[in-house]
């Protein structure tokens, strides 16, 4: 009797992806010793856009905490590591987390101003605030001012002694980075924490009344996501060895592509910002000679998307094939034969109501 | 005496801010959209306003003429083609469309002007000046950008509040149902709406153009600039984003009298602490 209704989260599709992506890790791990530099050096980028991605939506996807100005923790991320590196003298890896903590100490003052506003003006404000923090750097003459500095030869001769070992160590940052962004935020969404978020998302005042402390969960999902971004940063600023303000806080490259990226791909579901990211360095290996076309019909093709397929590609492939890649979505499993208990519990159940 | 002359030109100033918010503050009124792609639309009236005067030869102000019809009809087009689509009651949608339309429209400009600066040629307009008592000199064109800011907010509000087209924008703003159930075709009043707007838009980017350099990716910092002052001033009411313009004005010249380096970000600051001692601004009227 009591296996009348069973709830589960993991089908064959979850548990067939967990296997492939473990393959896939491991293949990914070794990668260094079979793929060349630029190869290399494209799958960083990759890792920092898919890990910028899935930050941002779980952000604005599950959250509903639209900012446009997470490119303020990226640059504060790339600037903090140049700073630790060269005044400090902090080993270059271990930077990155130290710039990680430096961006989410720096949210919490963001936070306190800008979480007075509301809805897009919301939106508008976190942008002032990356403004701000670059107009800041952009007048810091120890690190280059306006037109930025590279990192020190000594300091990247310290990330490791050969070109090829910088290269893998950096690679396998990255990796690790990215891997434990995503292990992350599937176990936040998947503790009740996930729950009080999309309450959040959907009715703030509805999420309230069912318990849930709305401006405390808000608060430290934003701080967790600016932490996250600013390591990412840290890593983007150390892969390129350069910084300066203008790329460092750039809107277009760590907010607008990060939010075509979740769009195309599928707001409000894991699955959303990896199929995106696919489709943005296909996009790019195809287009990118065409200039600024490419980025017009990347901006065409967000529209389109947010217009017609609100849930972008996942939720298209999760509706019309029902397909789950992450086990995260609680499904209702009835048993096959016995209809009778289906209605019986039923009656249980609304006679408990 | 210096001192004064620099609140002077950042009051002044505060009338082209307040030329570039005054349409963004109508639309959110109208229908709570916050359109990203404001700045760029300003300085594609620039640029439409440059291939104008290059063009026939015409003075910048009279190029007006063909802009504002132009950019009045894209409004509508956009609005009943795109933006109408968007609006629903998740703010997101509209974010991101609007996001999306800025950078086309960036990435447009720049296929099509490169990413030279650009200037309108406004004749002897740019070095005019008025002399008042006491050494100070004051610029004609800052002080035509602050009376026609004056007049296009004057006439808003006089559309708003003594004309049938104004009654229906101020029952769509209030709700949208029941201002559909009396009758009201909310499409085209959106589109409506819009239309006005990048006609202020258009007026704003010519006098952009003969103020200052302009190139295709300068339109965020004003989208930015015109949010701030409608926030300031408090949503939805017009006289405040003329004080929310001045406000932001006045802090920029300030700053950059400190050091040219501070102008922009004096202004933001302002902007964030008005923002925390008072979040509503100075004279909201929509919550």
Known sequence: MNEAVRIERNTRTSHLFAALGLILLFFLIIAPFFLGRSELYLLVEIFSYLALASLWNLLAGYTGLASVGQQAFVGLGGYSLFAVTIFLRLPPILAVLVAGIGAALLAIPTAWVIFRLKGAYFAIGTWVVAEVYRLVFAQVSALGAGSGTSLPTQVVQSIAPTRAARDNLIYWTGLGLVVAVLALIY???????????????????????????????????????????????????????????????????WTAFVIFIVVIGGIGRMEGPLIGTIVFFLLRGFLADFGPWYFMLLGAFAIIITLTMPKGIAGWLAERFDLDLFPLRRRVRLPKQKSKNLAHSRRHQSSRQ | MDLVATVVDGILLGGLYALFASG??????????????????????????????????????????????????????????????????????????????????????????????????????????????????????????????LVVIGGLQLLLYHTELGRAFRSVSDDQQTAQLMGINNAHLFGLAMALSLAIVSIAGVFLGIRTNFDPSIGPTRMIFACEAVIIGGLGDLWGTLVGGVILGVAQTLGARINPGYQILAGHLVFLAILTLRPQGFFAKIR
């Open chain 1, 187 to 253: 176990l936040i969404l998947q503790s009740r924490w996930g729950l009080a978020l999309t309450a959040i998302r959907d009715s703030e005042p509805a999420a309230e009344s069912v318990g849930v402390n709305n401006y405390r969960t808000k608060f430290i999902i934003y701080f967790l996501t600016a932490g996250a971004t600013g390591s990412v940063g840290a890593l983007i600023s150390m892969q390129k060895l350069r910084i300066s303000p203008e790329a460092a806080f750039s809107v277009n490259d």
């Open chain 2, 24 to 149: 963004l503050s109508l639309i959110f009124g109208v229908m709570r959209l916050v359109n990203i792609a404001h700045g760029d639309l300003i300085v594609l009236a620039s640029f439409i306003a440059l291939v104008v005067t290059d063009h026939f030869g015409v003075h910048p102000l009279v190029s007006l003429v063909l802009v504002v019809p132009f950019m009045a009809l894209l409004g509508y087009g956009l609005q009943r083609g795109i933006f109408n689509r968007a609006l629903d009651s998740d703010i997101l949608r509209p974010v991101l469309v609007s996001f999306g339309v800025s950078v086309f429209l960036q990435n447009a400009l720049l296929q099509t002007f490169s990413a030279d600066s650009r200037r309108l040629q406004a004749g002897n307009l740019e070095t005019l000046h008025l002399d008042l008592p006491g050494g100070m000199a004051i610029g004609v064109l800052p002080c035509l950008m602050f009376l026609v800011a």
